[in-house]
């Protein structure tokens, strides 16, 4: 009877969290391979687990499936999680712990994690870009400020991945937080200065 309590647990759950994603996503192939990786694992677990065997069984699929799935088309981390999530909800459904409730528990504490740390209010204004930047920049200040007079927005951490002198580019990985429409007028204000500041410098 807990069996089939914790599969019916584990199709709520990995639907809820699939739906959730694709509400926010759209990306329909994920769907697809979220539900596939939970059901098959699910599946698989439940005809091979037993109480000797289910711990190895389930850390031996938890791993084998990631590195496939890892070596494949390349994800975000965001989406990882999602793949994680649903792949762990299969191993907690299909092998019972000591108790119901902490099955359960357990898995409702996972899909929480994920579905909250992923809400679009949950730090909306933290952005992430890469960018091709016209220009070898050098000196930090400058590119700084030029990121941020060119996305309006405060620059909190940029990793230079490539400076091309041939071609006359920057490739930078940027971190950046959006500011609100009456304060980026002023902020791009003082990027400029910033950058004037910096370009008068060198000529002098």
């Known amino acids: ?10 199709l709520a759950a990995i639907g809820l969290l699939t739906w959730t994603y694709f509400r926010r996503h759209r ?13 098959g694992v699910l599946a698989v677990a439940s005809t091979l687990g037993s109480a000797s065997i289910g711990a190895g069984l389930g850390l031996g699929l938890f791993g084998v499936l990631s590195i ?11 989406e990882v999680a999602y793949y ?8 907690l459904g299909a092998l019972p712990g000591p108790a119901l409730w902490q099955s359960l528990a357990f898995m409702a504490l996972l899909l929480a994690a994920v ?6 209010r949950v730090m909306r204004r933290h952005q992430r870009q890469e960018l091709v930047l016209d220009g070898a920049v050098l000196d930090r200040v400058a590119l700084v400020a ?19 002198l041939v071609n006359d580019t920057t490739w930078v990985d940027v971190r950046y937080e959006s500011v609100a429409p009456t304060r980026r007028r002023g902020h791009a204000q003082d990027a400029r200065d910033a ?10």
């Open 1 to 10: 009877m807990d069996q089939l309590v914790l599969i019916g647990a584990d």
């Open 115 to 120: 579905l909250l740390a992923d809400h679009p």
């Open 84 to 91: 994680f999530a649903a792949l762990a909800l299969g191993i």
């Open 27 to 39: 990306r329909r192939d994920l769907v697809v391979a979220f539900l596939g990786v939970n059901v």
């Open 195 to 204: 950058q004037r500041t910096t370009t008068s410098s060198a000529v002098s």
């Open 146 to 164: 030029r990121l941020e007079g060119l996305l309006g927005a405060r620059v909190h951490h940029v990793a230079v991945q490539r400076v091309d």
């Open 68 to 78: 496939i799935r890892l070596r494949s088309t390349e994800i975000d981390q965001r």
